[in-house]
């Protein structure tokens, strides 16, 4: 709707783009062999299909989850555990249970999100953090779980060389699945009415629109993806613990991811993890130091609460179109990939300090 | 004449203030109502609890006969009661489209219609046309945040209509809007009633409101003080004490035009 005739050439470019760049990301792990690199193509893969399943409820809705963790850590314990109680051997067979792992994540999300979208604004994030924690100590003190001595998983044998190849083009499978579903959203009935709820959800109710069923609808489809993509981590890593299985750290991740790249684009929570998941990575293997990842988070966090209050994509893009505006004269188009749609009262800071959405 | 909307004993109190306090009302169907009182008279709370915004412990509404108290407020649109809000309400960051198209899906199974595409190519046809209707058509791209405050009375009268509502509630259409706007919005609403659906309109102006209404109730302290046509109404001391004060003596009353004779439901002080 908001196109302009000059964008019809853009279109192409951008379809162009779009194959050009998944051409980039189906050669990678050819071209750059070593697993260091490819190990890190993994991680940041996962966390790039976490943050746009985030970004579907929480970037579309304006509620601020930072309970999907739970989702993460439910996706992986239910694919270490059904590997384990089934003495499955390893294998590409075992991808499998990534789909399985996704609903699992959603079957947890209904009644999730039955309690916690009973609340809003901050009563909400709160309520998101409890839940999450109560999956945690549950995976710390049920027999299932084994506590806190964790669970191993079954790894394949196959060559150390080529190793990390499958989890990449699973991880990258799941990608391009939770941007689709971004993407389809966006567009449809359910996706125009999870923006109204973002805007003024009484006035949306009183048009008719059940925000009860379209959030829950939201909040546990985006749980698939993140399912999907705890299941493939815990796949990758051969173990996993209660506190790495549901950390509160994989929700600040992912949050800032979104803001970082720009909350409610679809281009945003792509770019915000492709460019932080990947620079942790590089700095843990770099420096052998863990936690220096959580000090540069921090400082980014702040840099972009105060430089980039709309996250990269809506800054930048604006930015070209309004020069390029300045010199064809003609009016900015607007662009639902690369735009929240109109000028975004929810910036970090009013998520943060509470005033929005 | 039939009674589409008629309220019963509703009360409703917030902590120790009875901001209804055994309302009665009853609404004839196809007139052009209103519903004047002071401030805190309960016209707004009234407006609430009809449209399910508010629960209500006491009284009862009904819709052509139908119990609808306590409903929720997407229930009660689909059952055709549209209502518009004092302090306008539009979604800001979405298109004047987007917006239209917000109130368009109504109908149908929500599930089923969920995750298909937004905006048929029938439903974009409507949207337009009603936002030709109310004379911002050529901002339907423009983000509604952008728009002039009696653009968003306009806007947001045009999206309540996406969905037929055979009653709508008008919370202070003319407020705020400048003179010219006022005749053009009492001319749509004229135009709306000749189709056959049915106002309740609360608002200040009482031009507006006498020019415009067959029938008017005022309100006072939670309660129905007097209704009945807007001379009656007009010339009633009670009234005047009440609420309308000097006002009235110099004003022309234009007289209701329009199609049906003036309703004449009268719901007497209870």
Known sequence: ????????????????????????????????????????????????????????????????????????????????????????????????????????????????????????????????????????????????????????????????????????????????????????????????????????????????????????????????????????????????????????????????????????????????????????????????????????????????????????????????????????????????????????????????????P | MTVILEARGVSKRFGGIHALDGCDIEVAQGTISGLIGPNGSGKTTLFNVITGYERVREGEIRLDGRAITNMTPEAVFRLGIGRTFQLTRVFGRLSVMDNMLVASQHDASWARRAFRKAGSHGERAKALELLEFVDIARLANEPAATLSYGQRKLLEFAYVLMADPEFLLLDEPAGGINPSLINTLAERIRALNKEGRTFLVVEHNMEFVMGLCHNVTVMHHGRTLVSGDPETVRRDPRVLDAYLGGVGEDEEADGADGAGAPGAPVSDES
């Open chain 1, 1 to 356: 709707m908001r196109r302009v005739p000059s964008v019809v050439g853009g279109r192409n470019l951008k379809a162009g783009g779009l194959a050009a760049a998944m051409a980039v990301l189906i050669v990678f792990p050819l071209v750059f062999t070593n697993p260091t690199v490819t190990s890190i193509a993994v991680f940041t893969l996962l966390f790039m299909a976490s943050a746009t399943a985030w970004n579907v409820f929480s970037g579309y809705t304006g509620y601020v989850s930072l309970g999907h963790a739970t989702f993460f850590g439910t996706g992986a314990y239910l694919f270490a555990i059904v590997a384990m109680r089934f003495n499955l051997s390893a294998g590409s067979s075992l991808f499998a249970l990534v789909p399985v792992a996704g609903v699992a994540a959603m079957v947890v999300a209904v009644p999730f999100g039955l309690v916690a979208l009973r609340t809003r604004r901050h009563t909400f994030v709160v309520i998101t953090i409890a839940v999450f924690f109560i999956f945690q100590m549950l995976a710390f003190n049920l027999g299932i779980t084994q506590g806190s001595s964790g669970i191993q998983v079954p790894t394949p044998n196959w060559s150390p060389w080529t190793f990390n190849n499958p989890f990449y083009y699973v991880s990258l499978g799941i990608v391009v699945f939770a941007t689709a579903v971004s993407y389809f959203l966006r567009r449809s009935v359910l996706g125009l009415q999870l923006l109204a709820i973002r805007e003024d959800e009484d006035r949306a109710r009183g048009l008719g629109v059940p925000a009860g069923k379209a959030k829950l609808t939201a909040f546990v489809l985006s749980a698939l993806p993140v399912g999907m993509a705890g299941a493939v981590y815990a796949y990758f890593l051969g173990q996993i613990f209660p506190q790495f299985a549901f950390s509160p750290l994989f929700d600040l991740s992912v949050v800032l991811m979104a803001l970082f790249g720009g909350i409610g684009t679809i281009a945003g929570p792509l770019l915000g993890a492709l460019l932080l998941e990947s620079l942790q990575q590089y700095f843990t293997f770099q420096f052998s130091n863990g936690d220096l990842y959580l000090v540069i988070y921090g400082g980014l966090f702040l840099a972009v609460l105060l430089l980039l209050p709309r996250g990269v994509i809506p800054t930048v893009t604006d930015y070209l179109s309004r020069r390029r505006a300045r010199r064809s004269s003609a009016p900015a188009a607007r662009d639902s990939l690369t735009q929240p749609i109109g000028e975004p009262r929810t910036s970090p800071i009013a998520i943060v300090t509470g005033k929005a």
